[in-house]
């Protein structure tokens, strides 16, 4: 198994697998890091990988995320690693490359895309829809039927009312309150959320 990210989020996924009795690890990184605990930290190889070869992305940054996503794609398969400790409806759709930390919660038809990041014990309730890349911070709430777009980043401790729609690559800053629709682009922060660039 391949970690792509020798960062901190790293290191959460790295024990995120571990719990998955998933042992056989090797880390990633552009740049020069040193090992995680045991774990060797390499450059990329395009030549290591292969068909049976799976990698978790473990990049918080939405867009490098989808970088890095696009550039392996049709060299390796994506892992969607689950804590065991995270409570989920066997009604939710978990996209691939997604990774589910400790203390979330999904209800029931709700639809996750891939590359996710649904972070520690953040909240989603029924009906919801993530498109691909987007981050869930932790201990977020997306009450029901909430949408958000591609590539966008739910601040920590944000809640969005029910059926709201969030954009395409927007970010809602920390402890924000979203009680308005959110269009592509867009910063919004406070309580209740104000757009500050869009």
Same mark, same amino acid.
């Given at each position: ?8 989020? !790293?290191?959460? $996924? ?10 056989? $690890? ?7 890091? =040193? ?9 990329? #190889?395009? *030549? ?5 070869? #799976? ?28 804590? =065991?400790?995270?409570?989920? #409806? ?18 029931? *038809? ?10 520690? #014990?953040?909240?989603?309730?029924? *009906? ?16 029901? *039927? ?8 739910? !601040? ?7 059926? $709201? ?34």
């Amino acid at each position: 198994m391949i970690v792509f990210g020798a960062s901190g989020h !790293g290191k959460v $996924i790295i024990e995120l697998l571990e719990i998955n009795d998933i042992s056989d $690890i090797t880390v990633w990184d552009d740049a020069d890091k =040193p090992d995680i605990w045991n774990y060797p930290v390499e450059k990329p #190889s395009l *030549d290591q990988p292969g068909s049976d070869t #799976s990698m978790v992305i473990a990049i918080g940054n939405n867009s490098t995320r989808k970088a890095v996503a696009n550039k392996y794609a049709q060299q390796v398969s994506f892992f969607t690693p689950v804590h =065991p400790a995270a409570v989920i #409806s066997h009604r939710v759709t978990i996209g691939k490359g997604t990774v589910v930390m400790a203390g979330v919660t999904i209800n029931t *038809d709700t639809t996750i895309g891939e590359h996710c990041i649904i972070n520690t #014990s953040a909240s989603i309730d029924h *009906d919801c829809r993530l498109d691909d890349f987007v981050h869930i911070s932790p201990n977020a709430t997306l009450c029901g *039927d909430v949408t958000v777009g591609e590539g966008t980043h739910i !601040g920590a401790g944000s809640v969005v009312i029910q059926g $709201i729609r969030i954009g395409r690559w927007t970010t809602i800053g920390a402890g924000t309150v979203v009680i308005k629709d959110v269009p592509d682009f867009a910063t919004v922060v406070g309580n209740p959320g104000r757009i500050i660039k869009g």
